[in-house]
Nanobody
Framework: VQLQVSGGGLVQPGGSLRLSCAVS????????VGWFRQGPGRQRELVGV???????TYANSLKGRFTISRDNAKSTVYLQMNSLQAEDTAVYYC??????????WGQGTLVTVSS
């Protein structure tokens, strides 16, 4: 199983980015996928999670700005980030938890919010 994270980059405050987490292998449709981030000098924190059935939960501070979705046909989960602020600058990771409880992490992608 491999997780390929993409979509990071430099964006101005107020801008948007969409991150992708593409999952190889046959586990995707039965897996829960989460997005995490780690900002400079900070601990890794949960951004949000999407379950196998498509139910989403988010960190309270990010509700309304960030949206997680999944495309089972493409084995990909997306993180749409809007109204980005400097404090959203971080390395963003995706994590897959399979039905059997095995955990996989993607390699992370850097998002920098700066003018």
């Amino acid at each position: 199983v491999q997780l390929q994270v993409s979509g990071g980059g430099l964006v101005q405050p107020g801008g948007s980015l969409r991150l992708s987490c593409a999952v190889s292998g046959s586990i995707f449709s039965d897996s829960e996928v989460g997005w995490f981030r780690q900002g400079p000098g900070r601990q890794r924190e949960l951004v949000g999670v999407i379950t196998r059935s498509g139910k989403t939960t988010y960190a309270n501070s990010l509700k309304g700005r960030f949206t997680i979705s999944r495309d089972n046909a493409k084995s990909t989960v997306y993180l749409q980030m809007n109204s980005l602020q400097a404090e959203d600058t971080a390395v963003y990771y995706c994590r897959v938890i399979t039905w059997g409880g095995v955990v996989y992490w993607g390699q992370g992608t850097l998002v920098t919010v700066s003018s």
